[in-house]
């Protein structure tokens, strides 16, 4: 606890001081050191993720750090700080927003609250299959959405794999009915919290970091996520109940702080979106091993994983929700029904 709490304080204070001297170059950065790359970085930038080193989006990150420092000729330099090191989805992306990081790796549904087109992407049931998802997101849509964060002082990148999201409890849910009353952590976010209530549940936004204790401690019945998600965060040592109802399939986002951005030159903002783009083959690569690999490590460690033979009563239960957000982004909407064909 203490320790944590004195890594708190370096943060804080290494953030306050990157936003009153606007630290991106190499000479104010906390990486100082001797090899020739590092002799030569022009800019030395931090890129946070919530997953720790082997996860797949931090393979991703990993890579296009990699790919950012060959381009140019090691000018760039790309520390990756996984396991939320730099703290929180939420309070990342506002430090991505000031600045004072300049890139993260996070998932979208966080996201949307800074951003709110993007909530489509969290909509229950909206896209099929991971097919039809990458469809869309690899479509002119998709891409523009990217851009569009621009707005909110930050710009997309690369979109990530994260599978489908799915429910699990400490308690019994083998049919949505059992939903009923169960309190469970959702990201913070305010879709997650109208698909959870219009299943009957009671939706606890709390960050990630924090679900694994309150799973322990009983203060939440359950969560919802990939099976990646469940295995690496450890949640599935308390909760033994998955349902496989798949509600969601939100991608993840790579993006850049405005502030960032606008320091490069063109030519740099091209290598640095190519690099991302580029870097999705290994983060999709890594995925679908890891889900694999995870749901195996599921069924070994005795978590009962039901499947829904019919969705049909989950689609409706969370139709209005659908119906909400999706008036308000017809656009979009229709593209995602366009991908489909
Ligand atoms: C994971 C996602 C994380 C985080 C987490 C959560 O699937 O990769 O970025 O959003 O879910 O539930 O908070």
Excluded at 4 to 20: D, H, Q, Y
């Amino acid at each position: 606890m203490k320790k944590k709490f004195a890594v708190g304080i370096m943060v804080s204070l290494f953030l306050t001081s990157s936003i009153l001297t606007g630290c991106t170059s190499s000479s104010s950065s906390s990486s100082e050191g001797n090899t020739e790359s590092e002799k030569k970085a022009e800019y030395t930038f931090r890129l946070a993720d919530t997953h720790p080193p082997d996860y797949p989006t931090v393979v991703g990150d990993m890579k296009f750090a990699e790919l950012v420092n060959e381009r140019t000729d090691g000018r760039i330099k790309i520390e990756v700080f996984p396991s939320a090191q730099l703290g929180e989805e939420k309070a990342v992306i506002e430090q991505v927003q000031l600045g004072a990081i300049e890139f993260t790796r996070v998932n979208a549904s966080p996201l949307a609250e800074f951003n709110k087109e993007l909530s489509v992407l969290s909509l229950p049931y909206v896209f099929d299959s991971d097919e039809h998802l990458w469809n869309f997101l690899e479509g002119d849509m998709g891409s523009q959405m990217l851009d569009n964060l621009e707005d909110s002082k930050m710009i997309g990148l690369a979109y990530y794999s994260s599978g489908a999201r799915s429910f699990y409890s400490n308690k019994p849910i083998k049919s949505i009915e059992d939903m009923k009353g169960q309190k469970i952590r959702v990201q913070q976010s305010k879709v997650n919290i109208d698909l959870v209530s219009a299943l009957g549940a009671s939706a606890t936004p709390m960050p990630y970091g924090e679900v694994f204790s309150a799973l322990e401690t009983g203060v939440i019945d359950g969560a919802e996520n990939n099976y990646p998600s469940f295995v690496s965060s450890n949640h599935f040592q308390s909760s033994k109940n998955m349902i496989l109802d798949t509600h969601q399939r939100t991608p993840e986002v790579l993006l850049i702080s405005k502030a960032a951005w606008d320091k490069l030159s063109e030519e740099d903002q091209k290598i640095i979106k190519q690099a991302a783009l580029d870097s999705v083959k290994t983060q999709r690569e890594t995925w679908d091993k890891w889900e694999k690999e995870s749901e195996q490590t599921l069924r070994d460690a005795g978590v009962t994983i039901t499947e829904v033979d019919d969705l049909t009563p989950w689609k409706e239960a969370v139709k209005p929700v659908v119906e909400q957000y999706g008036s308000e982004f017809k656009e979009i909407m229709s593209a995602i029904d366009e991908a489909r064909k």
